[in-house]
């Protein structure tokens, strides 16, 4: 399977970027977003030509990529699902919800499907506490939800 880091002509404007960002002091972060925005995640891959191309060790980048919650080392789906699993949604069965959304997309918490189309995500309080049990697909808010009703709000994903 090809990836974008093999696509010649996203390469080549990703490399031209990267010239552009070493004449700036700090150019890591700008690069590694710009990176994260053309290529979809900062894979091994990226990784790697981002240290060749600055010379500086592969470990410092990802040190980097690891360490901020904005970079992703792998590909996301076109839709992230984040399932609440702070105190008030956990107490209502959030985690019974999460399990049938893991069993409807055949993906564990944390990963993708091999369609790409969902990314499921536990997360922390969403701020929706009195629509607990709550997910978030992509920016809408769904709650009070049940297992049951997992593949209702999924299908208006598919």
Do not use: W
Not at 74 to 97: F, L
Not at 110 to 124: A, H, N, V
Request: charged share 25%; glycine share 8%; net charge negative.
């Amino acid at each position: 399977m090809t990836t974008a880091v093999d696509d010649k002509a996203v390469r080549e404007e990703f490399i031209r970027f990267i010239e552009e960002q070493k004449k700036k002091p700090g150019p890591l972060m700008p690069i590694m977003q710009k990176a994260q925005s053309l290529f979809g995640a900062l894979t091994i891959e990226v990784q790697e030509l981002i240290s060749e191309q600055l010379g500086i060790p592969m470990s410092d980048v990802y040190g980097v990529a690891t360490f901020y919650s904005q970079f992703a080392l792998e590909p996301k789906g076109e839709h992230i699902i984040s399932v609440c699993m702070g105190t008030a949604c956990y107490v209502r069965n959030a985690e019974k919800v999460l399990d049938r959304l893991s069993e409807e997309l055949g993906v564990s918490p944390g990963g993708t499907t091999p369609d790409r189309k969902f990314t499921l995500e536990p997360t922390r309080c969403l701020g929706c506490c009195g629509l607990a049990p709550v997910i978030m697909i992509d920016d809408q808010v769904f709650g009070r939800l049940t297992p049951s009703d997992v593949p209702e709000v999924l299908a208006k994903f598919k």
